[in-house]
């Protein structure tokens, strides 16, 4: 199932990503390119939800959209990171926090799935939560401004993208420790 429409979707999420980081390249003034880039960030963020709920409603699912839908998160997510540390944004410490437990937890899902023990590392609530308030930071630190006149975004979106940080430690040390035990059985 390569071209269904959730596969499509998901493909659309990852084509989107190198002109989200465009955007910023452009010799536009910077809030317009605050403001384009979180509008296509949050479209690409909100694929992600359609893609899954057509995937179900359509019975369109697929292993193969299931390998490339959280590649497509993590490029997106990785992406944006990498801009809003060049941006002065986000703290290289931060970015390479979130980053780094990305890779860390997939490579640890495809290992425990090598040796039949996915279950241990399936997807947890605690996960959902820290790409839910990543997802809500993100688009606030690309925005740089004032939302409506009110909300300062910078404040708020470092204030989330911090507690995602702890959630991602957080997150990884759980998934880590529910692998442990197959961990320790296949170092024997």
Same mark, same amino acid.
């Given at each position: 199932? &390569?071209?269904t429409i959730?596969?499509l979707?998901t493909?659309?999420?990852?084509?989107?990503?190198p002109?989200i980081v465009?955007?910023?390249?452009l010799p536009?003034e =910077?809030?317009?390119?605050? $403001?384009?880039?979180t509008?296509? &960030?949050?479209v690409?963020? *909100?694929t992600?939800? #359609?893609?899954?709920?057509?995937?179900r409603?359509l019975?369109q699912?697929?292993?193969?959209? =299931?390998f490339l839908?959280?590649?497509?998160?993590?490029?997106?997510?990785?992406?944006?990171?990498?801009?809003?540390?060049?941006?002065?944004?986000?703290?290289a #410490?931060? =970015?390479?926090?979130i980053?780094?437990r990305e890779?860390?937890i997939s490579a640890l899902?495809e290992?425990?799935?090598?040796?039949g023990?996915?279950r241990s590392?399936a997807?947890?609530m *605690?996960?959902?939560?820290?790409?839910?308030?990543q997802m809500? =930071?993100?688009?606030f630190?690309?925005?740089?401004?004032?939302l409506?006149?009110? $909300?300062?975004?910078?404040?708020?979106g470092?204030? #989330?993208?911090?507690v995602?940080c702890v959630?991602?430690i957080?997150?990884?040390?759980?998934y880590?420790?529910?692998? *442990?035990?197959?961990?320790?059985?296949?170092?024997?």
């Amino acid at each position: 199932m &390569f071209f269904t429409i959730p596969t499509l979707l998901t493909w659309a999420r990852i084509v989107a990503i190198p002109l989200i980081v465009g955007v910023f390249y452009l010799p536009w003034e =910077a809030p317009t390119r605050n $403001l384009l880039a979180t509008v296509m &960030f949050i479209v690409c963020a *909100l694929t992600d939800w #359609l893609d899954g709920y057509l995937a179900r409603r359509l019975n369109q699912s697929s292993s193969f959209g =299931a390998f490339l839908d959280p590649v497509a998160d993590k490029f997106l997510v990785c992406a944006a990171l990498l801009v809003l540390v060049e941006l002065g944004r986000v703290h290289a #410490l931060i =970015a390479l926090v979130i980053i780094g437990r990305e890779i860390a937890i997939s490579a640890l899902r495809e290992w425990m799935a090598q040796i039949g023990a996915s279950r241990s590392v399936a997807v947890h609530m *605690l996960g959902k939560l820290k790409t839910t308030v990543q997802m809500i =930071a993100i688009p606030f630190l690309l925005y740089d401004g004032e939302l409506f006149g009110l $909300l300062p975004t910078r404040i708020w979106g470092t204030v #989330l993208i911090l507690v995602a940080c702890v959630l991602t430690i957080w997150s990884m040390v759980y998934y880590l420790q529910k692998a *442990l035990p197959e961990i320790r059985a296949k170092a024997r």
